[in-house]
């Protein structure tokens, strides 16, 4: 399985901007999809974004379309997670999850591979 390491969390006030990273070290066939999830504490982890390696696929939870964006660099094994507009209720520690597919269902239990998260902390 691949080593996923997240970065970029941080503190910043409503209305403001952060961008996460998630590299992906020995990628394979096993990181075909890369998704972010956040989960407050007491809470279940809830899907945020997903991607394919190519770009070709992606998909937004509604709560974050129209403000967040994910992207892909493969020359780096990276993706990215643009937040902008961000609201208090975004506040949550947001992981990298990787499968080797691609479905309409993202289950937090279908990912496989997981980074150890990072905090984002949204102040109003």
């Known amino acids: 399985q691949a080593q996923l390491v997240e970065s970029g969390g941080g503190l910043v006030q409503a209305g403001g901007s952060l961008r996460l990273s998630c590299a992906a070290f020995?990628?394979?066939?096993?990181?075909?999809?890369m998704a972010w999830f956040r989960q407050v504490s007491g809470k279940e982890r809830d899907f945020v974004a997903a991607?394919?390696?190519?770009?070709?696929?992606?998909r937004y939870a509604d709560s974050v379309k129209g403000r967040f964006t994910m992207t892909a660099d493969n020359a780096r094994n990276t993706v990215y997670l643009q937040m902008n507009s961000l609201k208090p209720e975004d506040t949550a520690l947001y992981y990298c999850?990787?499968?080797?597919?691609?479905?309409?269902?993202?289950?937090?239990?279908?990912?496989?591979?997981w980074g150890q998260g990072t905090q984002v902390t949204v102040s109003s």
């Open positions: 999850a990787a499968r080797p597919y691609w479905s309409a269902s993202f289950s937090p239990s279908t990912f496989r591979s």
């Open positions: 991607i394919t390696w190519s770009g070709g696929s992606t």
């Open positions: 020995g990628r394979t066939f096993s990181t075909y999809a």
